[in-house]
């Protein structure tokens, strides 16, 4: 069946350093991808999203690229702030009710 | 918009007792779907809804009973609690945007403990 591997957390980084938190996928035909993001204490929410290969996704200034000959989406920013800290989760979708998430990262941003 | 509505936010039962997950939409979505949240398993989805009158399984429904009789609604029932159903619960809601890639809008989550 499909399925999405995110890198395990949790991930702690200083404020200002790059981010990538890695998300690969296994599936039968091609998907859409999501990242969505939860804050403590709150649902998930869409971060991005990308339809078809090569697409690249961004928003708030993160940004993941559909990589069809990798099967990743790999979730990426430049400098990270402390209000990033939250949990982000993978995901993917063929246009149905379905989707199908990863197990989540944890990321925590230092002053 | 209040978005997608989940009430309550926090319940403790005991195991064997039963009780209704609230979910209400605004948003005239289609879709509406029930998922659980467990620590290292991410969200694995329980049923779903692709309109009124219209439910079906997800990959662990066991345990529980949905209904759809209007668009706005979704209740999930847990019928008779167990300490394995202790997570955190969210409602969904979605349409099929652009390219076809369906969108989820998610509520606050429901916090249930079975003791």
């Known amino acids: 069946g499909d399925s999405v591997t995110q890198m395990e957390g949790p991930v702690t980084l200083s404020e200002e350093a790059f981010l990538t938190i890695n998300c690969t996928y296994t599936a039968t035909g091609y998907p859409s991808l999501f990242w969505y993001v939860q804050y403590p204490g709150e649902g998930l929410q869409l971060l991005l999203k990308?339809?078809?290969?090569?697409d690249k996704g961004s928003n708030k200034g993160f940004e993941a690229t559909y990589r069809k000959e990798t099967t990743s989406f790999h979730l990426e920013k430049g400098s990270v702030q402390v209000s990033d800290s939250a949990v982000y989760f993978c995901?993917?979708?063929?246009?149905?009710?379905?989707?199908?998430f990863g197990t989540g990262t944890r990321l925590t941003i230092i002053p | 918009n209040a978005g997608v509505t989940q009430t309550p936010k926090f319940q403790v039962l005991k195991t064997g007792q039963s009780m209704t997950l609230q979910c209400a939409q605004d948003?005239?979505?289609?879709?509406m779907s029930w998922y659980r949240q467990d620590p290292g398993m991410g969200l694995r989805l329980i049923h779903y809804?692709?309109?009124?009158?219209?439910?079906d399984q997800g990959e662990v429904p066991n345990g529980y009973n949905v209904s759809r009789s209007t668009t706005e609604d979704f209740p999930l029932r847990l019928l008779s609690a167990a300490p394995s159903q202790t997570s955190v619960y969210f409602c969904?809601?979605?349409?099929?945007?652009?390219?076809?890639?369906?969108?989820?809008?998610f509520g606050a989550g429901s916090r249930l403990t079975v003791l």
């Open positions: 990308a339809t078809k290969a090569d």
């Open positions: 809804s692709v309109g009124a009158g219209i439910t």
């Open positions: 995901a993917l979708n063929f246009g149905n009710e379905k989707l199908t």
């Open positions: 948003m005239n979505h289609e879709y």
């Open positions: 969904a809601s979605s349409y099929r945007g652009g390219s076809g890639a369906n969108v989820l809008t």
